[in-house]
């Protein structure tokens, strides 16, 4: 086994039991790899609003106490909404949790390297944003447990994923927006409200 | 109800059309409606950094059933930009209470551009704008928009004209 993680495979893995979890997917490869690992009318693929994600997944758990929430996400869409952490660390919503998965570069525009790749540290920036719990991921071992972490520890919790960065064929989720909503809101909660 | 009191019936109304989850940016304008809301045990008061974590978080909260409203000053609009392409294409139902700056007895000339491009900029965006000019209307203008957004499924923002919230000085902004 190697000792490196290959992004599709850690998000397959991170889904691979869902079960009623609702899932947010950041724009850009975030969204492919959740697509790639099966796609759900529970999970909300973004096609833009690059750096929204977290806070589509704040409101999802405010609205929804009851259930899990996780927002699957790339490195650059997260630094885009920075602040969004810090409003999360206020409302420190228990049902809700964050991926990054982290290559450390923009990969649907050339593979530039983000200020994660220069060494900025998302996890640290979650802590101190007040996340009940955050932390960095490197190797195939250490998958297992924060998947559990991030689906069952009290959140606000913050996983910072590293990843190789490699450029993979495109799995495209639907993209019609109002479509993606409706079937959200059915499988959520059923025919009438998705017929707004 | 004297016309201070808009804050008060502005809650009242956002009560009445089922609203959950209130996020704001700060603006002296809406320094009571704020208050009363976060006073208030039925609804979930969000501050957020920037403006344009709020529409993230109407989307958000949309899809898990909750109704929600956006409290900002004129400024904050262009803040929220690319964002409302979201809510364009998703047809999210938005609801933005707006409290203008860079009119009418403005201190700030900074403050003037962004007044001046909110309308347009919102309607490039595919909002609906609707404007109170005096304090009676808010309340109603408020409860035109929460149908317009929940009922027909459409981004609309109440523009609240500064005259309305009368604050002409750095001075008179400190002592309120």
């Not at chain 1, 589509?56 to 758990?61: E, K, S």
């Not at chain 2, 109800?1 to 304008?29: C, F, I, N, T």
């Not at chain 2, 989307?59 to 409203?69: E, I, P, Y």
């Not at chain 2, 979201?86 to 000339?109: A, D, K, Q, S, W």
Request: aromatic fraction near 4%; include cysteine.
């Amino acid at each position: 086994m190697t000792e490196t993680l290959h992004r599709r495979a850690v998000v397959k893995s991170l889904l691979a039991e869902r079960r009623d979890l609702l899932v947010v997917a950041g724009l850009g490869s975030a969204a492919w790899d959740c697509t790639a690992a099966g796609d759900s009318p529970l999970t909300f693929p973004m096609w833009g609003g690059m750096g929204t994600a977290a806070m589509l997944g704040l409101g999802l758990a405010l609205a929804q106490p009851g259930r899990r929430v996780l927002v699957v996400t790339g490195d650059g869409e997260m630094l885009m909404g920075l602040g969004s952490l810090a409003t999360i660390g206020v409302q420190r919503p228990e049902n809700l949790a964050i991926a990054v998965i982290d290559n450390e570069h923009y990969g649907e525009t050339g593979m530039q390297a983000t200020h994660t790749a220069h060494g900025v540290d998302l996890a640290a920036v979650a802590l101190g944003c007040r996340f009940r719990s955050a932390h960095v991921v490197r190797r195939p071992a250490e998958l297992e447990p924060a998947r559990r972490a991030l689906l069952g520890d009290a959140g606000p919790i913050l996983v910072q994923i590293k990843v190789v960065a490699e450029t993979l064929p495109l799995v495209l989720p639907p993209h019609v927006g109002v479509r993606l909503k409706n079937r959200f809101l059915q499988a959520l909660l059923g025919e009438t409200a998705a017929r707004g | 109800m004297s016309a201070a009191d808009w804050p008060q019936e502005v809650h009242g109304a956002l009560k009445g059309a089922g609203v959950r989850l209130v996020g704001y940016v700060p603006d002296a304008g809406h320094k009571q409606l704020i208050e009363l809301c976060q006073a208030d045990p039925e609804l979930h008061s969000i501050v957020l950094t920037t403006e344009e974590e709020g529409i993230g978080l109407a989307a958000g909260a949309w899809l898990g059933g909750a109704r929600s409203v956006l409290l900002m000053q004129s400024s904050g609009v262009g803040n929220c930009i690319n964002a409302l392409g979201m809510v364009r294409e998703c047809r999210f139902p938005l609801l933005m209470l707006v409290t203008m700056r860079g009119e009418e007895g403005e201190f700030n000339p900074w403050q003037v551009p962004m007044g001046r491009a909110t309308r347009s900029v919102l309607e490039s965006m595919h909002v609906t704008v609707r404007r109170a000019e005096a304090a009676e209307e808010i309340a109603q203008s408020v409860t035109a928009a929460a149908q317009l957004a929940f009922d027909r499924g459409l981004a609309v923002a109440v523009l609240i004209a500064q005259r309305v919230i009368g604050i002409k000085s750095f001075q008179e902004e400190a002592a309120s």
